[in-house]
């Protein structure tokens, strides 16, 4: 359910898989619980401002990214 989650949040999940995940919802209290998280976060996030960071910020960011699409599959940082 955890992978499903936000599919099924976002309506994105086929009618037999969200009807699957509706019903596993229905009878799991940990999952429900975990959805209702979710659920929440989402919200909260949806509300929140919207600010670009500063800019040295945004350059460390991206500067990560190159570096995370440039190493070899499986490498550690």
């Keep these: 359910m955890s992978e499903l989650v936000t ?3 976002d309506g994105a999940l086929p009618g037999f898989a969200r009807l699957r995940a509706h019903l596993h919802l229905f009878m799991c209290h ?3 619980r975990y959805y209702d ?5 989402v919200g909260l ?6 600010e670009a960071p500063p800019p040295e910020v945004e350059q460390h960011l991206l500067e990560a990214l190159a570096r995370h699409d440039s190493a070899p599959p499986g490498a550690h940082r």
Aim: with cysteine.
């Design 37 to 41: 998280q979710m659920r929440r976060t």
């Design 45 to 50: 996030l949806a509300r929140a401002p919207r």
């Design 7 to 9: 599919d099924y949040l």
């Design 30 to 32: 940990s999952c429900r």
